[in-house]
């Protein structure tokens, strides 16, 4: 019971730090912790990561809209155009052949963290209101499709590739980016986490509420603390936790 509650602290703060500042999936850090020094079923592991993911994301997404860093009516469409396109993704993952994209979404969690801290995003709030709204709801749509299907076909990367696009295609300033990123993630984790429980079975009962203890407390700790933060210093900050968790999340699959 105590190794069980350490790995899903630890656990739990690499996937709480990776939603609160970034929006990033528990899926990433907790799916590959459980199943390495668990020996937990890959399923069951993947159902809890995503459990976690939902109050995590549910309450950063209250944080960074109370401090007025979340556009609700555009993710509202990315979230639907999501939603669609992962059951289009998964479809065609599952007639053609299959693919070596299982560290997709690691390289881009590795990858992203470098941007960051190399290439900071620094829009301003006002010139990403500036744009025209018609513009940013149709970028909305359509990076939803993207992010779906990826999702689908590849099977992660989903809150990465959001702040990906949401930074890049839409421009959007990062605290604004991440607040909409995980306002997403809560409804897509609810929605992995049932399918995942209805066809699993019940998790592991220690194992489910130490994670999702440990990643609500981080991810609420890292959140208050992005939406305070300078944007440069956020843009350091988020480039070092996915750096970081990038690098860790390669060595526990490099010995697993």
């Known amino acids: 019971m105590l190794t069980k509650f350490i790995v899903c602290f630890i656990a739990g703060i690499g996937a709480g730090l990776g939603t609160g500042f970034a929006g990033m999936s528990a899926a990433a850090v907790i799916s590959p912790m459980l199943i390495t020094f668990l020996g937990m079923a890959p399923y069951e592991a993947v159902g809890i990561a995503l459990a976690s993911d939902v ?11 109370k401090n007025k860093n979340l556009d609700i ?12 396109f992962t059951v289009v993704g ?60 990826i999702c689908g076909f590849v099977g992660a990367g989903g809150g990465m590739m959001m702040l990906l696009l949401l930074t890049s295609v839409l421009g ?21 986490a049932a ?3 209805m066809i699993g079975g019940r998790p592991d009962t220690a194992s489910f509420i130490f994670c999702i203890l440990s990643t609500l407390l981080w991810a609420r700790i890292a959140a208050r603390f992005a939406n305070k933060a300078e944007p440069k210093t956020l843009n350091r900050a988020v480039g070092i936790v996915l750096t970081v968790l990038g690098v860790a999340i390669l060595a526990v699959n490099f010995f697993s």
């Open 55 to 65: 109050l995590a994301s549910a309450v950063s997404a209250y944080t960074y809209g």
């Open 73 to 84: 009516k555009n993710g509202l469409v990315m979230m639907a155009a999501v939603l669609v």
């Open 90 to 149: 998964s479809y065609v993952s599952s007639i053609v052949p299959s693919t070596t994209m299982g560290g997709f979404s690691t390289c881009m969690t590795l990858l992203l963290g470098i941007k960051f801290i190399v290439r900071p995003v620094m829009t301003t709030k006002e010139s990403m209101t500036a744009s025209d709204p018609k513009t940013r709801f149709i970028k909305a749509a359509a990076s939803g499709c993207i992010v779906g299907f």
């Open 172 to 192: 959007y300033e990062l605290k604004t980016a991440v607040g909409t990123s995980v306002f997403i993630m809560t409804f897509t984790a609810f929605t992995g």
């Open 195 to 197: 399918s995942h429980f």
